[in-house]
Nanobody
Framework: QVQLVESGGGLVQAGGSLRLSCAASGRTFSSYNAGWFRQAPGKEREFVAF???????YYADSVKGRFTISRDNAKNTVYLQMNSLKSEDTAVYYC??????????????WGQGTQVTVSS
């Protein structure tokens, strides 16, 4: 069992930056692949970024070049560095983990989410 807790969300002006953290407890997090998703009001949850155990990373086109996903296995933590934030990035951001290496499909564990609000 893995528990995921996100932190780092908040209110920021457009063009600003935030770094989200996803702290894992339980089983060794380094054996999992991890992703960040977001859900804006009235919209479906969407993929943001993914990092494999190997360290390979993948991004949604909407955040490519602005967001960076990384992991620190010693700290059992995955990060999402968000730069050049736009109002359309406003959403609840969720961290998720899975054993499978594919981005799509079900995830084994989810965090509770952290709110990111970008003011224009």
């Amino acid at each position: 069992q893995v528990q995921l807790v996100e932190s780092g969300g908040g209110l920021v002006q457009a063009g600003g930056s935030l770094r989200l953290s996803c702290a894992a407890s339980g089983r060794t997090f380094s054996s999992y692949n991890a992703g960040w998703f977001r859900q804006a009001p009235g919209k479906e949850r969407e993929f943001v970024a993914f990092i494999r155990r190997s360290g390979n990373t993948y991004y949604a086109d909407s955040v490519k070049g602005r967001f960076t996903i990384s992991r620190d296995n010693a700290k059992n933590t995955v990060y999402l560095q968000m730069n050049s934030l736009k109002s359309e990035d406003t959403a609840v951001y969720y961290c998720a983990a899975k054993s499978a290496v594919t981005i799509s499909g079900n995830y084994d564990y989810w965090g509770q989410g952290t709110q990111v609000t970008v003011s224009s």
